[in-house]
């Protein structure tokens, strides 16, 4: 029973640290209509930006976690200026090629500027080490993942759901001409929701950097999982990443307690399935 | 088609002797994407080698050729292998992170007449596949094995091991699981996990629910390394007390800022550590570090590279610059020399190279860097991996 526990709070753990890091490309997925391959470079320029701001510049973690979301946003500014504004309403296709193009770009820099070796971002002593849960220890920063998951689902949901913001960005989404013409300023709204989803992405960089470490090839190398988190999920739908997230974390742990030679069998599977029942995932709207 | 390629090849070979004021080396690695550190280190060693030794054997200039393998892509190597032979002329292969790379280049030697000096790549059965083939690192066997019988002197009996789930991995495992039991030890569990793998927090709660008293494990260095350390830190084993043993690919000298504080205590067993004491290192670490540009970027790679070197120039002083793979790798076959790494010597059976093993604990130097501080030392070890195929 005790083990029954214990693993579950690693799935939850686990699933959390998922959203954090994903809820920024399902935003731009879903809402945006942007596919979005250059997502993980952003989380990385967001890792990077915190560990140099802590290692060099010598500031705390939270200090860091501001910086470094503003910094990214910062850049994204231009990205999305000349770049991306080409692409809103293109076809996939041309998304896929010019993020991917980003993407490669954003590596090769980070690999010249930083070098090829790890980059930690240094965690306050209140989120270092283990914290006895009774019947287990777990790592303090995993609570603290846990409750930036909950805190960003809450806001976004609030932000979309509750706002005029959020009816504006609804309302360019489904259709930017009427939008338009009905006096909503619709390049603004893409431009601030698409610094949201940067944001977010650079802030689930940060908060999941204990389990996905920063280095030149972050970007690539958990692009499949940012991606299947948002198509079981259903793009946009932010209890629908939620709900994925928390699936596929309770399936992948358990699956790797109890058989971890069979890899991410289970993982692959359950994504087919859910893909399958559900082609719009799980809480996505029909197109 | 194939039959203009060979006859390309043997004509090369043939004449390859004719034009032999510039010898060139070339050499294959990932020196771009996301092994490119380790690139980089070869480039470190054998640039230290050059800069320590001058580029001219006898009469000879010395030219590398460097050819890039970003991931392990044994078709690529082949072709890469082929063009430096054919279209370069070159007279020595060497480099080689990747065991099915340097794997796939091993058919081409003898038609070419051209020696693989092997600076990384470490599955013992590399060597068997061509009698052309020398190996100046190190095998999983070689560096695993000791640390069976470092478990046993320290009162441990029962091991959980826990691998990444491919070639090295599953020779690690073996390597440890076979001397262990020999030396009387008990396995409670063996767990081989995805490469991909970057929640360990399952695989601990195995590990504590296994009763094990150590847990030995093999991950491949890079970002992984990281994620396990803190999971083993973070899932309360080490304050329960389970050791946690690993070769030295877990705590490779480029990861160990990362790893910090968390890896303090560690114990590894590897064939060299940067921090090793000898004036023979002293001279290769500050040639090698100016050679790489940023110190914090140097790992093992450098000295199986630079020992490499050191192979081929004494292949090419035998040789007299004539292109010769018979000649120039008997003539390095026993040969023993003072490495950085400490005493060397290449077994004249196997190709391989036997060196001294240590067993090292990742400590902070007085620097405030972290080292991985040499303990004890496994004298002359050559590769029971090649035994164990037999």
Known sequence: MQTVFSVGTDALAYGMVLFVISIGLSVTMGLMRVVNLAHGAFAMIGGYIASYAAHMLGFGYAVAILLAVAGTILISIPIERFLFRRIYGAPELTQVLMTIGITFCVIGIANYVFGPTLKTIPLPDMLRGPVDLGYRSIAAHKLFAIACGVVVAGALWFLIDRTAFGVKLRASVDNAAMAGSLGVRTRIVYAVSSAVAVGLAAFGGIVGAELLPIEPYYALRYMVTFLVVVSVGGAGSIPGALLACLVLGAIDTTGRYLVPEYGEFFFYLAVITIVCLFPNGLLGRKR | ?390
């Open chain 2, 1 to 390: 088609m194939k039959t203009i390629l060979l006859s390309a090849v043997a004509a090369v070979a043939l004449c390859g002797s004719a034009y032999a004021d510039t010898i060139k080396i070339g050499v294959i690695g990932p020196f771009s994407g996301p092994f490119a550190i380790q690139g980089k280190n070869f480039k470190a060693g054998i640039d230290a080698y050059m800069a320590l030794n001058g580029n001219k054997v006898g009469d000879n200039d010395i030219e590398i050729i460097y050819r890039d393998v970003p991931q392990a892509d044994p078709a690529q190597s082949k072709a890469l292998g082929q063009e430096l032979v054919v279209k370069e002329g070159v007279q020595y292969l060497a480099g080689f992170y990747f065991t099915p790379d340097a794997m796939a280049v091993t058919p081409l030697l003898e038609q070419a007449n051209v020696p693989l000096v092997v600076m990384n790549a470490a599955t013992s059965a590399i060597v068997t596949k061509s009698p052309y083939v020398v190996r100046t690192s190190f095998t999983l066997w070689q560096t695993s094995a000791p640390m069976a019988k470092v478990a046993k002197e320290r009162g441990v009996k029962k091991v959980i091991t826990v691998v990444s789930d491919y070639g090295p991995g599953v020779d690690s495992e073996a390597a440890f699981t076979t001397t262990f039991k020999a030396e009387g030890g008990e396995i409670v569990d063996s767990i081989r996990m995805p490469l991909s793998t970057n929640d360990f927090s399952p695989i601990m709660q195995r590990v504590k629910d296994s009763g094990a008293d150590a847990v030995f494990a093999f991950l491949p260095s890079g970002p992984t390394t990281l994620g396990f350390v803190k999971a083993y830190n973070d899932n309360g084993l080490k304050d329960a007390g389970i050791q946690l043993l690993a070769p030295g690919d877990l705590t490779q000298e480029s990861d160990l800022p990362a790893l910090g504080d968390s890896a303090l205590g560690m114990l590894t067993t590897f064939h060299y550590a940067i921090s090793h004491d000898s004036p023979e290192n002293k001279i290769f670490v500050e040639a090698a570090r100016k050679a790489i540009g940023n110190p914090a970027e140097l790992s093992f790679p450098s000295v199986g590279a630079y020992d490499g070197m050191h192979v081929i120039y004494k292949m090419i002083e035998a040789t007299g610059g004539e292109q010769d793979a018979q000649k120039a790798v008997d003539a390095v076959k026993g040969m023993a020399w003072e490495s950085p790494r400490g005493p060397v010597s290449i077994d004249p059976e196997t190709r391989h190279i036997t060196q001294n093993i240590y067993l090292r604990e990742v400590a902070k130097a007085e620097d405030g860097s972290y080292i991985n501080k040499e303990i004890a030392t496994f004298e002359k070890q050559g590769d029971p991996g090649l035994a164990a195929a037999k």
